[in-house]
């Protein structure tokens, strides 16, 4: 008997065409269902890093407060003016404090508005509350990041 199933197994050698084609086409449909939600996955991740990066920046913007409480504005080389009016000297340069800041042209704006941190030309902004306020605070980019 055991020298009957080693013939009948050796007559198989390999895959028929049909059993190949059915493993063809179940690849495919996990390929269909897989692809479009790893796009997600990546959209997402994206996002995350954005928000990361204004929080890191805004962390930036309160480590400069602690060392000179009479600013209340931040940018990047603290080239830009005051949105109050202000002279370009009130405005706090943390391009040092932050790293590798993948923000485009790197034109970010933090302020301290009424006990409030808030970052504006970042784009956070777009993830967090949209384009319509122009601003995230750090509570939004908190909540949005589950901290």
């Keep these: 008997m055991f020298k009957a199933l080693k013939r009948k197994m ?20 996990i390929a269909a269902i897989a692809i479009p939600s790893i796009g997600g996955l990546i959209t997402k991740t994206k996002n995350d890093a954005k928000v990361a990066e204004a929080i890191q920046i805004i962390n930036a913007a309160k480590l400069s407060r602690a060392s000179n409480a009479s600013i209340t504005q931040w940018d990047d080389d603290g080239s830009l003016t005051p ?9 706090g340069k943390i391009g040092d404090l932050v790293e590798n800041v993948k923000d485009a042209g790197k034109d970010y704006l933090v302020e ?13 902004n777009t993830v967090v509350s949209g384009a319509t ?12 990041s589950g901290n």
């Design 133 to 144: 306020t122009g601003f995230a605070t750090e509570d939004e980019l908190l909540k949005y």
């Design 83 to 91: 949105s109050g009016g202000g002279t370009a000297v009130s405005i």
């Design 10 to 29: 050796k007559d198989q050698r390999g895959l028929t065409l049909i059993e190949l084609l059915a493993v063809i086409v179940i690849l495919g449909i």
């Design 112 to 124: 301290y508005v009424g006990g409030v941190y808030r970052i504006s030309e970042h784009d956070a």
